[in-house]
């Protein structure tokens, strides 16, 4: 504010005034709809989820065991070998809770996110996924988890193929 | 200041769907092939990397967080240039004339399959107050300025058949081409009419594809490469984003970067200096109009030349030998990347069927599509003058 005008005429906006129509805007929904091809990498890794099984990908070169699975090393840059499964088992690499939803509205029970090394991958491999059967405050590092799998009717070839991970 | 050439060039070729592969394996494929070509090892010999894309066509936010895997670029200086591939070039050569880096690496990929609403992206291009809930198909934008171009040039329909005809043809001699094909200006003309005065055949189909370049500064291209195909001048803008206030008969932004590139590149008299052209043809009117802003012909002659044979692969002045967007297809991002790329193949003498005759010197002009009016354009040689 200049140093001379002391105090503006009106009053700050309020949303309700935007909502109401009194300060001109312009809404439009983008209709963006996308479908992805997985490829070769990820169409076998999901096809795998519903076996309830996670399959990996080798380079001979760096002999790193990638997941998810990918057809190319990104280190070495060359395709990779040959495919192979992990277990659904792991330890926790770091965690944590949100206590905000995706709606951004608050939870009383937090959502735990982990990053888990899986077992049989090379360091530094693994998944995202959700941690469940446990109070937030009793995760801690290298705790070692496993995936607790949707009934194989009701999986559909996607991350959610596995409801979350367990403290074993 | 070094010189800059391109050394290396990939391609995956365009198709129009490719359900079997992700956008990320296609680029992997591009850049493996561009990295061979210019025998460089990315996670060693390649400085930085730019990648061109724009989140609506990927749709991804910030897509090129998802591109440094599959380009070897992990922990690696990265651009993104969310326009025209050729836009990138243009970064690249100006990177490596900063003496900061000696190889740099260019990509532009698309996935357009991967669209289910494709119309509504390009709509949501349009400004949201003033033209776009008036609705319809943005391509009426081409209409309008086809319309315009036409009436002040004199140029006819039939003219314009004349490029699809050539290109789609020149297209069946070039394995990366999606949309070869040996069709008659009555086909052209007798396709349903879409964006009067534009038929069907008129517009460019879509296609899916990347290309990867490799480029280095003088001293290093010289190690890698017996045939550098050296970057003379570069050249680009946008004009206004009000449709209302576009000259529509004229591509100024073509003339101005034309005219930019021409400039750093000594070029006085282009038709004598250049021997061939790659042009933006994504509807069959921009070829001509192309043309005629870079100044390869007079105002109002593109048509005449073209229906005279001129810009054949066999004319004087052979125009989108590769088949341009109407024969490889329009890869959003990807068609400046598409007109390199055949300018340096012929000029490498590396163009297989559809090679041309002792050519030394080309040209390369993009157009970012609709509702754009941004351009660019780039003088490539075999010399470095």
């Not at chain 2, 061979?36 to 936010?61: L, M, Q």
């Not at chain 2, 008659?184 to 055949?201: A, G, H, I, K």
């Not at chain 2, 297989?352 to 157009?367: F, H, I, K, M, P």
């Amino acid at each position: 504010m200049s140093a001379k005008i002391k105090k503006y005429a009106g009053h700050p906006l309020k949303s309700a005034e935007i909502r109401e129509g009194k300060v001109p805007t312009a809404r439009w929904r983008p209709k963006a709809k996308y479908m992805w091809s997985a490829g070769v990498a990820m169409s076998r890794f999901l096809n795998e989820l519903k076996n309830g099984r996670i399959i990996a990908t080798r380079c001979n070169k760096c002999g790193r065991i990638m997941v998810p699975p990918r057809v190319f090393c990104e280190q070495c840059f060359k395709p990779t070998d040959n495919w192979t499964y992990v277990k659904d088992t792991g330890t926790i690499n770091t965690y944590s809770a949100s206590f905000i939803a995706g709606d951004a509205s608050r939870i009383k029970e937090p959502i735990i996110v982990a990053i888990i090394d899986l077992d049989g991958a090379s360091p530094g491999m693994g998944i995202q996924h959700k941690i469940g059967e446990i109070n937030w405050k009793e995760v801690k590092f290298d705790m070692k988890v496993k995936a607790v799998w949707k009934p194989p009717e009701e999986r559909k070839g996607a991350i959610t193929d596995i409801k979350y991970f367990k403290p074993v | 200041m070094e010189d800059v050439a391109i050394v290396g060039v990939g391609c995956t070729g365009f198709r129009p769907i490719t359900p079997e592969f992700s956008y990320k394996e296609i680029m992997f494929e591009a850049a493996t092939r561009a990295y061979a070509d210019a025998n460089v090892n990315p996670r060693k010999d390649i400085d930085a990397f730019i990648t061109c894309g724009e989140d609506y066509w990927d749709g991804h936010s910030i897509f090129d967080e998802f591109v440094p895997d599959q380009l070897g670029a992990v922990l690696k200086p990265l651009f993104t240039v969310s326009a025209d591939g050729l836009i990138g070039l243009a970064t690249a050569y100006m990177l490596i004339r900063t003496g900061q880096f000696n190889t740099v690496m260019v990509e532009a990929h698309s996935k357009a399959s991967d669209i289910l609403t494709f119309t509504d992206i390009v709509a949501f291009g349009l400004d949201p107050i003033f033209n776009r809930p008036l609705g319809g198909h943005p391509y009426y934008i081409a209409g309008l300025e086809m319309t315009r171009f036409l009436h002040e040039t004199g140029t006819t329909k039939e003219q314009c058949a004349h490029v699809v005809v050539k290109n789609r043809k020149n297209a069946l001699a070039n394995a990366c081409a999606a949309y070869g094909a040996d069709l008659t200006l009555e086909d052209v003309l007798q396709s349903e009419p879409m964006f009067y005065p534009l038929n069907r055949l008129d517009t460019s189909p879509l296609a899916d594809g990347c290309i990867v370049l490799v480029l280095a500064s003088n001293h290093v291209a010289k190690k890698l490469t017996d045939t550098p195909v050296w970057v003379r001048g570069v050249g680009w803008n946008s004009d206004t984003s009000w449709l209302e206030s576009r000259e529509w008969g004229r591509a100024i932004y073509a003339e101005l970067a034309a005219n930019m590139a021409y400039k750093m590149a000594g070029i006085k008299n282009p038709p004598k200096e250049i021997q061939f052209a790659e042009v933006d043809d994504l509807f069959s009117y921009k070829e001509l109009q192309h043309l005629e802003a870079l100044k390869l012909c007079g105002r109002g002659e593109a048509g005449k030349l073209t229906e005279e044979g001129i810009t054949q692969r066999d004319g004087q002045m052979p125009v989108n030998v590769s088949g341009g967007a109407l024969g490889m297809g329009y890869a959003p991002e990807v068609l400046g990347l598409q007109r390199v790329l055949e300018a340096a193949l012929q000029l490498r003498g590396q163009a297989g069927r559809r090679q041309l005759c002792d050519v030394e010197t080309g040209l390369a002009q993009s157009w970012r599509g609709i509702p754009t009016a941004t351009g660019a354009v780039a003088v490539l040689s075999r010399e470095v003058k």
